[in-house]
C-alpha cells in the first residue's frame, strides 16, 4: 500500500477527524502490517490533533493481515471504547497476504470476532420488507 495509497489513506484520517472533531468524539488509531501484526498507535482520546499527527507519520509495510487486523480492532473497539456506539474504519490496499499468523491467524480471527458479536450482541439488525 505504498505510495500514493497510504497518502490517500492518511488524508482520509485527517479529513475524517476535521469533519467530526466536535470536542467529543474519540478515536483510536491501529496500525498493522510488517510482520503480520496489529499495534497501538494512539489510544482512545479526544485530541484531534494526535490522531491527526500519528496518521500523518504511518508508513506502509509488509504484510496486510486484514481478518485479524480487523478482530484485532474490534476487540479494541469493544474494550476500550467509551461511547454508546462506535465504528470501525479499515484502511488498507484490500489485500488479505498474511493468510496464517503464527498463533493461528484466520481461525483466530474468525473465533475471535464471533466470541465478541454474540458476547455484546453485535449482530446487524435484520430488516423486514
Known sequence: MGGSKIEAAKQAVVNSVNQTNDGKTEWALLGFGGGCTCW???????????VQSAASGLDAG?????TYAIYKA????????????????????????????????????????R????????AAPVQQP
Open 40 to 50: 497501538q498507535v494512539v489510544p482512545f482520546t479526544t485530541d484531534a490533533g494526535a
Open 74 to 113: 474490534t476487540a479494541y473497539l469493544v474494550k476500550n471504547g467509551h461511547g454508546k456506539t462506535g465504528r470501525l474504519i479499515v484502511l488498507c490496499d484490500g489485500e488479505n497476504n498474511c493468510g496464517e499468523r503464527a498463533e493461528g491467524g484466520r481461525s483466530e480471527a474468525a473465533a475471535g470476532l
Open 62 to 66: 509488509g504484510g496486510t493481515p486484514l
Open 115 to 122: 466470541s465478541i458479536i454474540s458476547t455484546h450482541n453485535l
